[in-house]
């Protein structure tokens, strides 16, 4: 599984970004599919996680509320909408896809290929 994230960029506190990711891969709709951080010196922490067909996703409690996860399975795209972003959310943020058919997600044991990160920085 080939991973490649996008739309990160600097944004003030309060502002939104919304983040892709482009999947190389076949049948995209059997894999469940989540969304990572990581600010510096700290370890990758989960964000959000989606079935298969987009429904059930789950959140971390700091992304709850404030991120959407989302995905488009004809076009091999996953999303995350992030609005209220606040200076603690600067961090690289990476995609993640889970194992083929599984449907478990809510936890970084449950995948299995990255991509490549996107950096979101939030100004105060």
């Known amino acids: 599984v080939q991973l490649q994230a996008s739309g990160g960029g600097l944004v003030q506190a309060g502002g939104s970004l919304r983040l892709s990711c482009a999947a190389s891969?076949?049948?995209?709709?059997?894999?469940?599919m989540g969304w990572f951080r990581q600010a510096p010196g700290k370890d990758r922490e989960f964000v959000a996680g989606?079935?298969?067909?987009?429904?059930?996703?789950v959140y971390a409690d700091s992304a709850k509320g404030r991120f959407t996860i989302s995905r488009d399975n004809a076009k091999n795209t996953v999303y995350l909408q992030m609005n209220s972003l606040r200076p603690e959310d600067t961090a690289v943020y990476y995609c993640?896809?889970?194992?083929?058919?599984?449907?478990?997600?809510?936890?970084?044991?449950?995948?299995?290929?990255w991509g490549q990160g996107t950096q979101v920085t939030v100004s105060s």
């Open positions: 993640a896809a889970g194992r083929q058919s599984y449907r478990t997600y809510g936890s970084t044991n449950d995948y299995a290929s």
């Open positions: 891969v076949r049948a995209f709709s059997r894999y469940p």
């Open positions: 989606i079935g298969w067909s987009g429904s059930s996703p």
